[in-house]
């Protein structure tokens, strides 16, 4: 099991997502990936880019990781410079078009609503709570099987991610094979 702790406007974030989108696909279905969303305080609109993300999952679960693609595709529109000279809710707004135009159009009104529903503001939060309960404070961190994997706050690659899972698969596979076999 992968954990990832991302920030969907983390620069770093970004970078280590499609290495780590290429493993989960070269393992299907062996392995399993968890994101916890810790918005960063010092990236302007963290956390209203994970409540979208949040909203969104209430929504559509299976369109939940387009958005986050989405939000590192145009991340530099959320971006603190690119944002100085705009409302929050100019900000909140674009957020909004782009979730809706990730996943569907006819979801607008329903991401709009979500960001006025105090449910959606509350799992932001507590994202960023356990995310802090697990000692992470930066993004992007990992952890595979609850052990974190070292160099966290910066992108891993495919190699590394390889040199990760493969031994660990191994072992499993090696354990599994000999099992005793109960002979009936």
């Known amino acids: 099991m992968i954990e990832a702790f991302f920030d969907p406007v983390c620069p770093d974030s ?4 499609p290495p780590l989108k290429q493993a989960i696909h070269h393992y299907g279905s062996r392995v399993s990936l968890i994101v916890h969303l810790l918005p960063l305080p010092y990236h ?9 993300m949040h909203i969104v999952n209430l929504l559509n679960p299976s ?9 590192f595709e145009y991340q530099g529109r959320f971006y603190n410079a690119q944002t100085s000279n705009k409302s ?5 707004d ?3 078009k782009l979730a809706a135009e990730t996943v569907g159009n006819s979801y607008y009104s329903a991401i709009e609503s979500g960001f006025n529903d105090r449910k959606t503001d509350l799992k932001t ?3 960023f709570k356990y995310s802090a309960s697990r000692g992470v404070f930066g993004t992007p961190t990992f952890y595979i099987n609850g052990f ?5 706050g910066s992108a891993i690659d495919y190699k590394q ?14 354990k599994r094979d000999n099992l005793p076999h109960l002979s009936l």
């Open 14 to 17: 970004r970078d280590a997502w």
């Open 44 to 52: 302007d609109y963290a956390f209203s880019t994970s409540r979208a």
């Open 63 to 71: 369109a939940t990781f387009r958005l986050l693609e989405s939000f």
């Open 88 to 92: 929050r809710d100019a900000v909140v």
């Open 94 to 96: 674009e957020i909004i």
């Open 125 to 127: 939060r507590i994202s």
């Open 148 to 152: 974190a994997v070292p160099d966290s």
């Open 161 to 174: 991610w390889r040199s990760f899972i493969d031994p660990l698969l191994l072992a499993q596979s090696r």
